[in-house]
């Protein structure tokens, strides 16, 4: 019971450091694309990444955390394919409208479903399915606006969806096949990515802002919005990893619409950006869907928990019963929650 409990807490805490490491980044990135003018969100990613390695190697000197090695194929695999699906994620909003990329960041969560349901045979109940429907809708009407399809931007969007699905179920998965700690893999993978974001960034940038990156003019504010920006990366990068490995890929999508809501409640209130009732409703229906998807998923979470005690306590009929029996249990408690399934952000949320 007690490490069920501190699960929950570790979980909660998690949920609420991506949640606040998230919004202070966009608010600070906002400051410096609308303010400052640096728009090169591609480079400025990999920049926080390198951040976040050399952060993560001073703990690790500190030992703060063990370095755990592992299938080194894997990690690289997945970390060049973590920065393959972030540079495709600002080609598909540098061609498309913000309203169809809207829609991109939509697609994520029930492509999340249907690869878990088909390559990782995960039950999502009735209920938890309702509730994602509900919380789409609500993103939906606060976020999209005008829906602009070409050739391109659509082939490019479903390169991100895809890509950034598989990213993500690869970070839960992988934590759980070898073992390791959010930070651990973070670590190793921190590299793969900064260096292929380091290298296609310029380029990218180059190509969807007509400007160059080392032209750009670097004054003193900017150079402190940048310093700012990738020393509270740190924190993004570190929860993001955290929140999958302790709950799930579709878990943090629905995370992830919650910090879409809250940006646009923040820019409101404390930026002054536009605001309409539409956003005020699709806000208010986002909240009510991920109030029943969290609810749904503790239900959910305590009946198994409850199916694996009672299987665990059965009494002894044969000397072969009670293997099976813990054998059942156990399996049930490696399984997790079956409702257990993560947006990027956007360009102007700065995804680090």
Known sequence: MSENKGFQLGTIGALSLSVVSSVSIVICNKALISTLGFTFATTLTSWHLLVTFCSLHVALW?????HKPFDARAVMGFGILNGISIGLLNLSLGFNSVGFYQMTKLAII??????????FRKLFSRSVQFSLVILLIG????????????AL???????AVLTTCVAQIMTNTIQKKFKVS?????YQSCPYQAITLFVTGPFLDGMLTNKNVFAFKYTPQVLFFIVLSCLISVSVNFSTFLVIGKTSPVTYQVL??????????FGYVLLHDPFSWRNILGILIAIVGM????????????QKANEASA???????????PLIGVENGSAILNDGVVTKGPVWNSNKDLHA
Not at 182 to 186: D, M, W
């Open 291 to 302: 109030v029943l998807y969290s609810y749904y998923c503790t239900v959910e979470s305590q």
């Open 182 to 186: 959010s930070t651990q893999l973070l």
């Open 256 to 265: 992830g619409h919650l910090k879409t809501c809250l940006v646009l409640a």
């Open 139 to 150: 993103v939906g009407i606060a976020t999209v606006t005008d829906l602009q399809l070409n």
């Open 62 to 66: 500190m030992k703060l955390f063990e």
């Open 311 to 321: 299987q665990l306590t059965q009494p002894k009929e044969s000397e072969t019963d």
């Open 110 to 119: 029930p492509c999340t479903v249907l690869l878990e349901t088909l390559f």
């Open 153 to 159: 931007g659509s082939v490019l969007s479903l390169l």
